[in-house]
């Protein structure tokens, strides 16, 4: 069955400083991958997606993901983490034939001055 | 940006009472779809639906259960009777493709008392 593990429960970076969050999958086929982030008291917002082609994709805010299939790793990065980073986010894959997304348990960020 | 709309934005009910969460999906899109998030898990699919009929549900979907669309623009959750543990927050989210990119909704917050 299709699956995602975000092993790091919660991470504080400073400001400013680079981050990586990771995310690893269980899928047979190619996967589709999708990070979310949940700012609080907010829904979940897409910051990016990987369908096929470039491994590397790029996202909005600054953030990018780069899709390893030999490690079935989807890890998001960004190379200066701004105080309005904080928040929950969110790897997910594609799972049924209906394209219902499978989540992981989610990573909280915390952003210290 | 054309967004998915929820409401409302928390539901108060007493355990046994039914609930009717409502979502506007995004006005082009075929697939739509619920998940819910107890406070602290992760997010978790219940359903999706496409071409006026589910298409996809998982096993927390149970006959308590029921989705429509009633009026070929609002898409309602509905639970006939609540228990305490649906407190959750419940997104509902809509698709152009099955497997393509989901667009949420901000939740509806139920607190089943």
């Known amino acids: 069955a299709q699956s995602v593990t975000q092993p790091d429960i919660h991470i504080t970076v400073s400001e400013g400083a680079s981050l990586e969050l990771r995310c690893n999958y269980s899928y047979g086929a190619t996967p589709y991958l999708f990070w979310y982030v949940q700012s609080p008291g907010q829904g979940l917002q897409l910051l990016l997606k990987y369908f096929s082609g470039d491994t590397l994709v790029q996202g909005i805010k600054g953030f990018e993901a780069e899709f390893k299939r030999s490690q079935s790793s989807f890890n998001l990065r960004k190379p200066s983490v701004h105080w309005s980073d904080a928040a929950e986010y969110f790897c997910a894959v594609v799972g049924g034939s209906q394209g219902n997304l499978i989540f992981g348990k989610g990573t909280k960020l915390s952003v210290k001055p | 940006e054309p967004e998915v709309t929820q409401t409302p934005s928390h539901q108060v009910t007493q355990m046994g009472q039914e609930v009717i969460l409502r979502c506007v999906p995004i006005?082009?899109?075929?697939?739509f779809y619920w998940y819910r998030q107890i406070l602290g898990q992760k997010v978790e699919f219940l359903v999706s639906f496409y071409n006026n009929e589910i298409s996809e549900k998982s096993e927390i979907f149970d006959d308590q259960f029921s989705v429509e669309r009633p009026d070929g623009s609002n898409f309602t959750l509905k639970i006939r009777s609540t228990k305490l543990e649906d407190s959750a927050m419940y997104f509902c989210?809509?698709?152009?493709?099955?497997?393509?990119?989901?667009?949420f909704g901000a939740g509806t917050r139920l607190s089943v008392l």
């Open positions: 006005s082009n899109h075929l697939y």
């Open positions: 989210a809509s698709s152009e493709m099955d497997g393509n990119i989901q667009y």
